[in-house]
């Protein structure tokens, strides 16, 4: 499994193909829905020198939760928090 730093499985997202994306980690937090600016969460885990955020004291955080509790981008259905599902069972 290829995690982003927010807990998404870049292995089966629909932007790996569609836009191009390599994931997070390989395009240095710069995705092509953010423009010039970096995420949020990546940027927070890699100012902690963190490879994600399942690895913070503060995991799962607000901005994570936000996140994880919105609309799947891969889908367009509710995520139901499945990222901080998969940094949980990474963590196992």
């Not at 730093?5 to 292995?11: E, F, K, V």
């Not at 970096?38 to 901005?63: H, M, N, S, W």
Request: charged fraction near 30%; aromatic fraction near 6%.
């Amino acid at each position: 499994m290829n995690l982003s730093s927010c807990g998404i499985d870049c292995d089966v997202c629909k932007f790996k193909v569609e836009s191009g994306c390599s994931g997070c980690h390989a395009i240095k937090g710069k995705p092509f829905w953010a423009g010039d600016d970096t995420c949020d969460l990546y940027a927070c885990a890699e100012g902690k020198k963190l490879q994600d955020c399942g690895k913070c004291v503060e995991f799962p955080c607000g901005k994570l939760e936000e996140w994880a509790n919105g609309t799947d981008d891969t889908t367009g259905l509710p995520e139901n928090g499945q990222r901080i599902k998969s940094l949980q069972a990474r963590e196992e």
